[in-house]
């Protein structure tokens, strides 16, 4: 009995592990993925906001997104002049942990297959390497506590 409660707690707990965020609304500003909330510190340098509640409703520049729109998804327009945070790409993530540069990439639960893909390290509040179907895959949370 002991043995099945424990094959149960450990199942139960990689399970929610690797379940996407239900709260996180992703942002796109120059083909760069951020948070809603990482935004929101630019608040007077946004120019415009574009909000796409489903996924269906993505213009043809964001249907590659499509797979962060669970909770929507949110298109920036920066003033001009303005300033905006740095990207970098999930490839670099992954070579600075000297991991496969193609190696996908997990944030708040959704997996980024496409590694040329660019963040905002704004957005980042912790990186972990953590086991991915026998691999070492890079889990990025983005969610402050």
Known sequence: MKKLLSLLFI????????????TIQFAVYNDAI??????NLYKSSIEKLNVFKTKASLPSRLKKFDYLADNGLIEITFKKNEGYPDSLSLEMINEQSNLPKDRPVFIEGYQFNDTTTRIYSEMITNIELKDCSGLQCIHISTIRN
């Open 34 to 39: 951020g948070t809603a909330s990482m935004f």
């Open 11 to 22: 199942t139960t707990s990689l399970l929610i592990w690797g379940q996407k965020s239900n």
